[in-house]
C-alpha cells in the first residue's frame, strides 16, 4: 500500500493505493464521532455489512459512520478519502442516521464536484499556504454535507408546471438578501407581486417551507463565518447579525437545533485541528 495523509483544519484527508485486499472493520464508535467518506477512483471493491452487500466502482462514493462492523475486499485500486468530525458535518440529524452504509453513485452531480476537490487537494498539497487548511476544510464539510443530504434524501426532479420558473427566482432573491433582518415571507411574497399563500403553494413542491429554507440558508453561512479562522475575533453576535439574526439567543437556539452544538462550542471544535497542510 502507498498513501499520502494532509489535515485540512479539523479533518484528515487521505489517499492511497491498494493491492488485493481484505480488511474486516470493527465497532469503533466513540464520543468523537466521526463520518468516514470514500472515494474509489480507480477499480472496484465490495463491502459487506450485516446481511447488505455494497458493489463499487471508480467514481463512487461510501460512508460510514463507524459504528457497524463490515468487511471490505478489493483488486488493485486507488482511493481518497476524509475523516470528518460529525461536529463540523452540517447534516440534518433527519438524515443523518439514514447516510452512513450507502453507497452514493459517480453520476450524482455533487459527487462529481466532491471528487474533483479531493483528487485536486491531493494531487497540489504543495500549492497551498498554512493558513489555506482550515478554509479548506470548511469548504469540504460543506460540500461532503450537500452530498450525502441528497444521499439521504433524494429528491425528484420537480414537474413542469406554470408556476414552476418562479421559484428558482425566488430561492436567488433569498440567497441575495440574507443579511436582512426584514427577509420574511410576507416581504418575499410582495417583492414578487404574489400573495403569502401562493409563494407557500410554490414551497409545496421543495423539501421544506419558505421560511425553513431562509433559516437553513443562514445557518449555513453563519456555520461558515465560525469556521473561518480568519474571522476567530468576531463575537458570535456579530456573526449572527450579519446574517439576519436579530436576536443573538434565537440564533444560539436554532443553530443547536440544526447542528447539535453551540455557536461558540462549534468554533472552539473547528480551531481543534489548526495545523497546516501536511504533505
Known sequence: MTGRLVRLGATPVWSAAFQPLELRRSTRRTG??????????????????????????????????????????????????????EALLPLPRDSADRVPGHRIPGRDLMAQLLARFLVQVMEHTGAYRPADGPRLGTVLSSMAAALLTRAAEPTPCPPLTPRAPLTPRITAFIQHRLGDPELTPQSIAAAHGISL?????????????????????????????????????????????????????????????????????FRKHSRGFRGRIAT
Open 197 to 265: 399563500s401562493y409563494l407557500h403553494r410554490l414551497f409545496e413542491d421543495e423539501s421544506e417551507t419558505v421560511a425553513a429554507f431562509v433559516r437553513r440558508r443562514r445557518l449555513e453561512r453563519a456555520r461558515f463565518d465560525l469556521a473561518d479562522p480568519a474571522q476567530a475575533d468576531t463575537p458570535v453576535h456579530a456573526v449572527a447579525a450579519r446574517w439576519g439574526f436579530a436576536r443573538a439567543t434565537d440564533f444560539a437556539r436554532a443553530f443547536r437545533a440544526a447542528y447539535g452544538l453551540a455557536p461558540g462550542d
Open 32 to 85: 468523537a464521532d466521526r463520518y468516514r467518506l470514500a472515494l474509489l477512483v480507480e477499480g472496484e471493491a465490495v463491502i459487506t455489512c450485516g446481511r447488505r452487500e455494497t458493489r463499487l466502482r471508480a467514481g463512487d462514493f461510501y460512508c460510514d459512520d463507524g459504528s457497524r462492523p463490515h468487511e471490505i475486499r478489493t483488486g488493485p485500486v486507488r482511493a481518497v478519502g476524509a475523516v470528518i468530525p
